[in-house]
């Protein structure tokens, strides 16, 4: 067999991948590339000058924002203290009315309504819709029941946005912040005196007032006031040389946010609409009067004084029967003697004593932040008329105005007005009473609380001076055993920063009430020896400084 040999060839066969660059295909695609990239730089280039435009406009939109934030009826400012604390806040809220001729029915209407609001009277409800006029249901309802409303479809419920005054004091500052009606108009306080500023202005309304300190007062007031079976009390405390008022208060007082219409005459506002006769603080304008019209010193003597003084028939008797005959002038001030006070009014003279009380802002109604002023009562001037004056009897004024006088004479002279509102731009003070009348009668009136009727408010650390006054009140034009007991204090005495008038109304004697005096002693006195100011305000005097001591000796004191 013959083998055939069998050859196998492999035949290498070489692939060669080859790519041909073609130029006008790349130049497509750089082309689309570059294109999209051009959109894409244009679209952010139009997009910044967007924003550009837009933030160039900004401050015009918000200015136009404002502006008819402003004309609308439902704006109003809020006001804070000195503190910036909100005193009053503005929030948005609904009202909802009926107007029954838009009823379709009246049965389906009622239950839905009762459903909502089950507490509110139906028959009441019935009765005002068969009047088939308008009236308001509901006002300040929640969000949930606003809801529930609209879900009905009734067209005769009317919907009303509307703004409500929030007092988060409640009480605290009820006569000075007043209240405003449902049409946005104040009716009241501040909220009545700068009604259109509160309604034009963009920044809250900001007072001289400090919320923490008017609390401390108004507690101590309350305390007192139950005490001392008052019918009612009042405190201003002041700065006596700018004017600013940190507390303004008067009890009884109200819950702002009830906004009840007050009738009842003993809510009056104390402070500045109440006019009064005070009594004795008005021995210390005498005394002034006379030192700055150069009269007397303080050390001037006035000799054989007599216990009882007759003028048109009427006695004029001391208070107290075992004051000497001999004092000087500090001591009638000091232990409060009516007669040499009416010595000392006869050297001053009709004109010149009615000039220098017109001078401190005594007699003509005061220009003051709200519109609730008192005015002082007409003062027939004449001979008897100037003797009862001398010691602060058959006048009249304020307590806001007393505090003004009080800080004129102990602040070197210079005129100041009360103010609430707070102020950037002081106006340059001006002197109308001599700078010596100042301290000769600073220096009296601290040994009025070291040595006189005011012990009980001589607080340790705070060099307080001032003068006690107890009046009786007048009813059906006659004088009846009521009183108003005032003390009007400023502190320090060194260097006068503060005035501080509390006064007291129709107070009693209290059997029970311990009084600790002050003296070091450790002495303690049980029960109200007399219904004068020196056991009643000069005491609350004593307790409110022993509390807001502290924060006015390192928030208000000025250091030069």
């Not at 107007?99 to 009765?127: Q, R, T, W």
């Not at 946005?161 to 501040?190: C, V």
């Not at 006031?225 to 006596?240: D, H, T, V």
């Not at 607080?459 to 006659?478: D, M, P, Q, R």
């Amino acid at each position: 067999m013959t083998n055939k040999n069998n050859r196998f060839e492999i035949e290498d066969i070489q692939y060669n991948f080859s790519y041909n660059k073609k130029r006008a295909e790349m130049k497509i695609d750089f082309n689309r590339v570059a294109f999209i990239f051009f959109i894409l730089i244009l679209i952010s280039i139009i997009f910044s000058i967007h924003l550009l435009h837009l933030g160039s406009r900004q401050s015009k939109v918000l200015e136009k924002n404002k502006n008819d934030l402003l004309i609308s009826e439902l704006y109003r400012a809020d006001i804070v203290d000195r503190n910036n604390n909100f005193l009053v806040k503005t929030v948005r809220s609904i009202d909802i009315g009926i107007n029954p001729s838009e009823i379709i029915d009246e049965k389906k209407l009622l239950i839905n309504l009762k459903y909502i609001f089950p507490e509110k009277n139906y028959d009441e409800v019935k009765k005002r819709i068969d009047k088939n006029k308008f009236f308001n249901f509901e006002k300040k309802i929640s969000e949930e029941n606003y809801e529930q409303l609209m879900k009905l479809g009734d067209k005769s419920i009317k919907p009303r946005e509307s703004i409500t005054r929030l007092y988060p004091q409640k009480n605290l500052f009820s006569h000075i912040l007043g209240q405003i009606n449902d049409d946005n108009i104040g009716i009241s306080g501040l909220e009545k005196s700068y009604d259109d500023d509160l309604k034009n202005r963009l920044e809250p309304l900001k007072l001289t007032v400090d919320t923490d300190i008017q609390y401390l007062i108004r507690k101590e007031l309350e305390k007192y006031n139950e005490i001392f079976n008052a019918k009612g009390s009042a405190a201003i405390l002041m700065n006596i040389n700018s004017g600013d008022i940190l507390a303004f208060t008067s009890l009884p007082d109200f819950d702002l946010n009830k906004r009840q219409q007050i009738t009842d005459k003993n809510y009056i506002n104390r402070v500045s609409k109440g006019v009064y006769e005070f009594g004795s603080v008005f021995k210390t304008f005498t005394i002034a009067a006379a030192i700055d019209e150069k009269l007397i010193e303080p050390e001037t003597e006035f000799k054989d004084l007599p216990k009882t003084l007759i003028c048109a028939g009427f006695p004029i008797r001391e208070y107290d029967q075992k004051i000497s005959p001999n004092l000087t002038t500090e001591e009638i001030l000091i232990k409060s003697g009516n007669i040499g006070s009416v010595k000392i009014g006869q050297k001053i003279g009709i004109d010149n004593f009615k000039s220098f009380l017109n001078k401190i802002g005594i007699l003509q109604k005061i220009d003051f932040d709200i519109d609730e002023v008192g005015k002082p009562l007409e003062f027939n001037w004449g001979k008897c008329p100037l003797a009862t004056a001398s010691f602060g009897h058959g006048i009249t004024t304020t307590l806001i105005q007393l505090a003004k006088a009080y800080s004129i004479i102990t602040n070197g002279g210079y005129y100041i007005e009360p103010t609430l509102i707070q102020k950037n731009n002081k106006n340059k003070k001006k002197r109308i009473l001599d700078d010596e009348t100042s301290k000769k009668v600073l220096k009296i009136l601290r040994k009025i609380t070291e040595e006189g009727t005011a012990k009980q408010a001589n607080v340790s650390g705070y060099e307080i001076g001032g003068k006690t006054g107890t009046a009786n009140k007048i009813l059906n034009g006659k004088y009846v055993n009521k009183k108003v007991n005032t003390f009007v204090s400023v502190f320090p005495t060194s260097k006068p920063q503060f005035v501080m008038a509390v006064m007291f109304d129709e107070t009693a004697i209290n059997k029970d009430y311990v009084y600790h005096y002050r003296d070091g002693s450790g002495f303690k006195l049980k029960g109200t020896p007399r219904n004068t100011a020196g056991w009643t305000t000069v005491e609350a005097t004593g307790q409110i400084m022993d509390k807001i001591g502290p924060i006015l000796a390192t928030k208000y004191l000025e250091v030069n």
